[in-house]
Every structure is written in C-alpha cells, then in structure tokens.
C-alpha cells in the first residue's frame, strides 16, 4: 500500500484565494483526519470523519476552513478566502476502526499564504 | 494547562541513551503513543503501549508508564545520528473515537 496520500506537497498562494488540498487515505481505513501543525501551537485536529460522515468539525478555526470526504477515498480541506496565518503545513491521517487508535500520517502539505 | 507536554528539546551525545518525557492529563486514555516526526515528512508511528501496562521494549526503544503521575517516557538506547528527529507524545481520549492529542514535540539533537 502507497500509504496516505497528499497533494500538493508545497502550496505558495496570495492571501484571499482559494487552497484545496487533498488526501487519498489508506484503502480500507474508515476514519480520516485533517490536523495542522505550527511552531506555536503544534498539531491541532482541524476535523475527523468516520465512514465519509464529519464527527466533529470543533477544530475547525473558522467559516473560511471547510472540509468534505465524498467517498471513502477521497477528502479535501479547503480554505476560502486563505490569509497568511493559515501558513502551516497541513497533515491529513487515516486509520481502520479496529486499530486502537493507530494514526497513519501522509506527508503533509507545506502551505505558505503571502 | 496543555492536555500533553513536553519538553521542546533535548541534546545527547552520539551513543548515550535519550530520555523523552512527558505528561498528560486524561486519566481515561486508554493507549498512549509515541510518534517521530522526521524533516520534511509526516509522523510516523514509533510505539505505543496499553493504559494497563507499566513498561514496553522493542529493540533499542524502552516505554515507561508511570499512571499515578500520568507521565509517560521514552528511551532510546545508543542514541545515533538517525534518530535525530522530533518526537511527539499523544494519548487518545476515552473510547478513541476522536482522534489523538499531540504534545508539541521534542526535538532530539544527536552530538557527535
């Protein structure tokens, strides 16, 4: 297995547009979580979902972040409009429900708002 | 007061063994974690033990459990220089079903 998957690797954009990243999961996984890391406040779950339906979106900074897993293999977290504040990298992790809480990471996406 | 916290660094000597601590607040976690975290990737799972367990080996990696002060440690026997990385401690809550908590990492320095 490829492990989880994430694109882009870097992300360089102007504050006020778009961001989409994306996330394939581990095939057969049915839990996905989106979690960002900083110097200052180092990861934070943003959000999870369970069978492609959000549990808990509490991380979430706020209305410009929304995040959507349309079928078991594919997520995206999209920020609109982005500022530079959200400039952190952005982890998405997976992990099948009898795994006793063993995340699989992807490699993350570096993104950088201007 | 943070859920999970560690110290941000540590510098050991080439062949010495490495300490990581760190503390925790949910009595209820019932698996507490150790992941490394090497530049430019993503965590990668290093070992994990159950709340019910006092101590766990696996080769060179030594976990510690110490319930009653929620304190959990990591040691790494000969410490080489592919083991400089950041490690990061998380215990998942009651039930697991939301994920882990991270403390913001140690970053192990290997000296020469």
């Known amino acids: 297995d490829a492990g989880v998957i994430q694109s882009p690797r870097h992300e360089v954009t102007e504050m006020g547009q778009e961001v989409t990243l994306r996330c394939k999961p581990i095939s057969g996984h049915n839990s996905l979580f989106w979690y960002r890391q900083t110097m200052m406040r180092g990861l934070e779950l943003l959000i999870y979902?369970?069978?492609?339906?959000?549990?808990?979106d509490s991380g979430m900074p706020e209305d410009r972040f929304s995040a959507k897993m349309p079928n078991a293999s594919f997520s995206t977290l999209k920020i609109q409009p982005s500022e530079p504040r959200d400039s952190a990298v952005y982890f998405c992790?997976?992990?099948?429900?009898?795994?006793?809480?063993?995340?699989?990471f992807g490699s993350g996406t570096q993104l950088s708002v201007l | 007061g943070e859920d999970v916290e560690q110290s941000l660094f540590l510098s050991v000597r080439e062949g010495d063994s490495s300490v990581i601590n760190c503390t925790y607040t949910?009595?209820?976690?019932?698996?507490l974690y150790w992941y490394k975290q090497e530049p430019g990737a993503g965590l990668q799972l290093l070992t994990y033990i159950f709340s019910n367990m006092d101590m766990k080996q696996d080769q060179r990696l030594t976990v510690l459990l110490n319930k009653k002060d929620k304190h959990l440690s990591l040691r790494i026997a000969d410490t080489q220089t592919g083991d400089s990385a950041i490690y990061f401690c998380a215990e998942s809550r009651g039930g697991g079903a939301d994920g882990l908590t991270f403390g913001k990492g140690t970053h192990l320095i290997i000296q020469p």
């Open positions: 992790a997976s992990r099948p429900d009898n795994a006793n809480e063993k995340l699989f």
């Open positions: 949910d009595s209820s976690s019932t698996y």
């Open positions: 979902f369970n069978n492609n339906v959000p549990i808990d």
